[in-house]
């Protein structure tokens, strides 16, 4: 069995890619069980005979922060508040997302400053090994101490509670303990703050996007070579003496991935008439460069994020404080997704553009890329679909972390609003993949237009193992199956990780 130990071992990119793929189970490692033990018998022991409020341990929650609860109805204040703190609405949140909160909540409690059970955080554990997932919504969270709500529908099973699904099927939190002959989690003082206080909703969003915008991102630089190719297009824009004199370390890497992917291709050399391309083509260095520059930074935030303590209060047993402060606040997270969300849209609207120009007839390509335009509408539509859904982006690249809003009456006086940053940052990655599906169905179906000649063999590869999938169309057919296909091609490509984020 693949195992990873929790450790504190920094996580990167490569090591959670590598965890999902294989579906490594998850373990404690012996730093981490001596961490714990050590915080919770602290916490235990600072409770005994203590009448002084603790805020979140002793005391109530947000604004009800100065009344005080007594010893003997700790466990109860702690499911109340994970109980009352369930309020999601709206889409269910997938179940990859769902595995990726569980990791990273998991990782952040293994610190030992969250005052957790041993025996809670292995429950969590448990849940994530054997594929049980807590049915969490995407709508709830203002981002501000954490992602409450969803982290609470996250927390409900433990103690037999809400729903799950475990292999496809449904389960109450109940049925679930009752099937897995478990007990369910008897909290103790501050264990239900330490499980709903965090950032997990939007850090396992933003981890999530950052791993597929790094392949949306290779594949925007392939197809739009490919399509740089059935235009008849130039290579003089990718010199790298260009991108020496202006050197962003995204456009350098862009225009010398373009330029191997060309290496041999018999298009590329051959004489041309234009000595210009439009700038969809010519700029990608640019512009794919700069979303490249852009992901590093939220890669970084992210990582940061998910290798730290984000729930409220914090125990630091070697110096004998509890501190109350806002680690949990998202706004870290909430300007990077939006900022994340910004950069990855252009990458479709570049797209898009190319897309345009490959239907336009031009440089002896036939309107539309059909043999016979008119009787057949060949490639007009998916242009169109194409360009809804990028407008559609460019709503959405609307900053939700400009926006704040009081809660808590009047304690939760500024939010980050990172939760509606990453769920609409998802559907903005989302729409770029199906953006870039359309323009590698054109490209694909233009290189035909260019025979004899051929493209690099590289590009070749690829483009005959797509070809597979959706074929060079001679007559109009039903074009929303051939974009799913095309879609479903670019979803399920397997890219190595040296590929992605070297």
Not at 265 to 290: N, T
């Amino acid at each position: 069995m693949n195992i990873h130990k929790i450790n504190n071992k920094q996580l990167d990119l490569t090591i959670i890619r590598d965890i999902i793929l294989n579906e490594k189970h998850l373990k404690l490692s012996d730093e981490s069980i001596a961490n714990i033990e050590k915080c919770r018998t602290y916490l235990d022991d600072k409770m005994k005979g203590n009448d002084d409020p603790i805020y979140g341990i002793n005391t109530g929650f947000g604004s009800l922060y100065n009344v005080k609860i007594s010893n003997k109805n700790l466990t109860k204040l702690q499911e109340n508040l994970v109980m009352s703190h369930a309020c999601g609405t709206g889409e269910e949140v997938s179940q990859e997302i769902v595995k990726l909160m569980l990791f990273f909540k998991i990782q952040s409690l293994s610190y030992g400053y969250s005052g957790i059970q041993l025996k809670t955080i292995n429950r969590l554990i448990d849940f994530y090994n054997h594929g049980i997932y807590p049915i969490i919504f995407t709508q709830g969270s203002l981002g501000a101490s954490g992602d409450l709500a969803p982290l609470a529908h996250l927390s409900l099973p433990l103690i037999g509670k809400g729903e799950v699904y475990f292999e496809g099927e449904k389960y109450t939190g109940k049925e679930i303990l009752k099937k897995f002959k478990w007990d369910k989690i008897v909290l103790k003082s501050k264990e239900g703050l330490a499980l709903l206080n965090g950032t997990q909703f939007m850090s396992a969003y933003g981890i999530h996007m950052v791993i597929k915008t790094y392949k949306l991102s290779y594949l925007a630089d392939l197809i739009g070579t490919l399509s740089l190719e059935a235009y008849d297009g130039n290579i003089s824009p990718f010199d790298e003496l260009i991108h020496f004199v202006r050197p962003h370390n995204g456009q350098i890497k862009t225009a010398k991935r373009i330029k191997e992917f060309l290496q041999d291709s018999e298009l590329i050399s051959q004489y041309k008439e234009h000595v210009q391309d439009p700038y969809s083509f010519r700029c990608m260095p640019q512009v794919h460069g700069a979303t490249k520059d852009a992901l590093n930074y939220v890669e970084k935030t992210m990582l940061t994020e998910i290798n730290s303590v984000t729930d409220n209060p914090n125990i630091f047993v070697d110096a004998d404080k509890i501190i109350s402060g806002g680690n949990f606040h998202g706004q870290p997270l909430a300007l990077s997704l939006d900022f994340l969300g910004l950069a990855v849209s252009e990458l479709g609207s570049i797209s898009e553009r190319r897309t345009f120009q490959l239907i336009s007839g031009l440089r002896n390509l036939p309107p539309f890329l059909v043999k016979n335009p008119g009787l057949n509408s060949g490639f007009m539509i998916p242009q169109y679909t194409a360009a809804s859904i990028m407008s559609q982006n460019k709503q959405m690249t609307t900053p939700a972390s400009a926006d704040s809003i009081v809660s808590s009456n009047g304690q939760e006086d500024h939010v980050s609003m990172g939760a509606n940053a990453a769920t609409k940052t998802k559907r903005i990655v989302d729409n770029v993949q199906t953006i870039l599906a359309i323009e590698l169905m054109n490209a694909s179906q233009a290189l035909n237009f260019r025979k004899p000649l051929k493209t690099s063999p590289f590009l070749q590869s690829f483009v005959d193992t797509f070809s597979k999938e959706v074929p060079f169309i001679e007559n109009d057919k039903v074009m929303h199956d051939e974009i799913v296909k095309s879609d479903n091609f670019i979803q399920f490509l397997n890219i190595e990780s040296e590929e992605l984020f070297g």
